[in-house]
Each structure stands twice: as C-alpha cells, then as structure tokens.
C-alpha cells in the first residue's frame, strides 16, 4: 500500500540517500526464512545494540579519567546513527501502512 501524499514524496526523495543493506547484501535471496518482520527486528535491535555497547565502552573509560562526549567511539556512534537512521526509520514506518 502506498504512502499518503507528502510521505511518499518525501520517501521517494529519500531513496537517493538510502543505504538499506538488506537490498545492498540481498538477505532474502541468502536466509531462507527471511520476511519483513525479521529486517524489522534486525535493523531496529541491531542498531540500538551497537549504539549501546559503543556506549558503554566509553563510559567504561570514562571512569577511568576522560569526558563522555570525547573520543573516537562516540564519534563512530554518531557516524553509525547518522546513516543507519533513515533507514531504520522508514522501516518501522511501513509497519503502519494501512492495507484495507
């Protein structure tokens, strides 16, 4: 089912810059099991798992002296959000297509 107006232009749009390595790598042709449901919970879990263990990684530093926003793993963790973001986001958002 299609977006309403002002999403699908905007998701078009976001096509140009969508780094989905679902489609890049062609999970469903290599697992067998592989639907919508499991890019959902693999995108979603694995971006906040590494997000978080990058996070405490770094407060494990940190309290061994050094500021939390400084260092190399919280600029790879902002790096990691910025180009898995949109894609995760327009992931989750077809959960809420309506099909009637």
């Known amino acids: 089912a299609p977006f309403p107006e002002p999403f699908a232009t ?4 976001m096509g140009i810059f969508n780094l989905d390595a679902f489609a ?3 999970a469903g042709c290599v697992a067998g ?3 919508f449901i499991t890019k959902l919970y693999t995108s979603t ?5 590494l997000i978080v263990v990058i996070f405490v990684r770094r407060l494990y530093k940190v309290l ?7 260092g190399v793993e919280m600029k790879f963790m902002f790096l990691l959000i910025f180009f898995t973001l949109p894609t995760t986001s327009m992931i989750i958002a077809k959960v809420f297509a309506c099909v009637e």
């Open 10 to 13: 905007v998701v078009r749009w």
């Open 45 to 49: 879990l694995l971006s906040v798992g």
């Open 33 to 35: 099991g592989f639907n």
């Open 64 to 70: 061994y002296g050094g500021r939390v926003w400084d």
């Open 24 to 26: 890049v790598f062609r």
